[in-house]
């Protein structure tokens, strides 16, 4: 009776030990999807800011350049278009802000899919193989 209680918490053992790895691995799956994921951010935030500075300065200076160009017939006009110009565009970036937060993301989405398999397999192993 000893070596049978010996070989059942020898597989209880085998078993949590198996489980424990398995949790060890989707951790570290987990932990590489957050790096991915803080690096890309931080990349996407660089380049978004040296694409709103390079617009600033463009902007200023396409609005300079058109004002000085129509400065003694149509000043009031050109500043006027240039300000119904802008506000279009802030309209536009406000929209494409609105619609980019309202999607759905992806984050972790590779461990979600190695969890639900581990769980699918559990489930489909439980009834069938008695171990």
């Known amino acids: 009776m000893a070596g049978a209680n010996t070989g059942l918490f020898g597989q209880f053992q085998q078993s949590l030990g198996t489980v424990v790895e398995l949790l060890r691995l989707r951790l570290a799956l ?25 617009l600033t300065v ?10 000085l160009l129509l400065w003694d017939s149509y000043r009031l006009a050109a500043v006027g278009v240039m300000a119904l110009l802008f506000l279009i565009g802030a309209w536009l970036f ?38």
């Open 30 to 54: 987990l932990g590489t999807e957050l790096g991915l994921e803080k690096q890309r951010l931080v990349i996407g935030l660089f380049w978004g800011a040296c694409a709103v500075l390079s």
């Open 58 to 67: 463009a902007a200023v200076l396409i609005c300079g350049f058109v004002i």
């Open 94 to 131: 406000l929209r494409a802000a609105q619609r980019w937060l309202s999607a759905e993301t992806n984050l972790f989405s590779t461990s979600l899919a190695e969890l639900e398999r581990d769980r699918d397999s559990f489930h489909a192993a439980a009834p069938h193989e008695p171990q």
